[in-house]
T-cell receptor, first 115, second 113 residues
Framework: GDSVTQMEGPVTLSEEAFLTINCTYT??????LFWYVQYPGEGLQLLLKATKADDKGSNKGFEATYRKETTSFHLEKGSVQVSDSAVYFCALSDAGGTSYGKLTFGQGTILTVHP | DTAVSQTPKYLVTQMGNDKSIKCEQN?????MYWYKQDSKKFLKIMFS???????INETVPNRFSPKSPDKAHLNLHINSLELGDSAVYFC????????????FGPGTRLLVL
């Protein structure tokens, strides 16, 4: 079945540092890939997405590129801010079979950014 | 206007009780979902409805029963609550049941004592 693996956290960075959160996936079909962010005490918000190979999703300075050859969708940001502190989830949605568009999530990576 | 709303936001109850969580979306979407987030933040699909029809029913105890009275609402009823049901329950919706973006509600934090 489908699965998503994220790098282990938590990740602690200083403000303005470079961020990478690794994400790899296994899917039977041609999935869409997503990064969601969860701020403390809140629900999940879509951060960015990519729907086919070599697509790059970007938002708020975050980027991720859909790499079919390495089955990866790593999240990057060049300069993090304290306000980026949150839990980040990589997810895939596979319309094939009986998936019906459900999201399969990675385990989440807690990011803390210090001033 | 809140796109996906859930009530209640917090729910504290005793073991053995029955409780319901309600979800409403005003996005005009056809598909709605329930996800469970455990204490380690792991998220897993429970149910999905498309146009009021159940299309996903993961291996969830039959004490959990979803109901969709119309496309804009998806409720979750839980019978005989157990300690292990303590979690955050998220409702989400998407335009259809393909691979579109899902929009999440704020979550319902359930604590079973």
């Amino acid at each position: 079945g489908d699965s998503v693996t994220q790098m282990e956290g938590p990740v602690t960075l200083s403000e303005e540092a470079f961020l990478t959160i690794n994400c790899t996936y296994t899917a039977t079909g041609y999935p869409s890939l997503f990064w969601y962010v969860q701020y403390p005490g809140e629900g999940l918000q879509l951060l960015l997405k990519a729907t086919k190979a070599d697509d790059k999703g970007s938002n708020k300075g975050f980027e991720a590129t859909y790499r079919k050859e390495t089955t990866s969708f790593h999240l990057e940001k060049g300069s993090v801010q304290v306000s980026d502190s949150a839990v980040y989830f990589c997810a895939l949605s596979d319309a094939g079979g009986t998936s019906y568009g459900k999201l399969t999530f990675g385990q989440g990576t807690i990011l803390t950014v210090h001033p | 206007d809140t796109a996906v709303s859930q009530t209640p936001k917090y729910l504290v109850t005793q073991m053995g009780n029955d409780k319901s969580i309600k979800c409403e979306q005003n996005l005009g979407h056809d598909t709605m979902y329930w996800y469970k987030q455990d204490s380690k933040k792991f998220l897993k699909i429970m149910f999905s409805y498309n146009n009021k029809e159940l299309i996903i029913n993961e291996t969830v105890p039959n004490r959990f029963s979803p109901k969709s009275p119309d496309k804009a609402h998806l409720n979750l009823h839980i019978n005989s609550l157990e300690l292990g049901d303590s979690a955050v329950y998220f409702c989400a919706s998407s335009q259809d049941n393909r691979q579109g973006t899902q929009y999440f509600g704020p979550g319902t934090r359930l604590l079973v004592l």
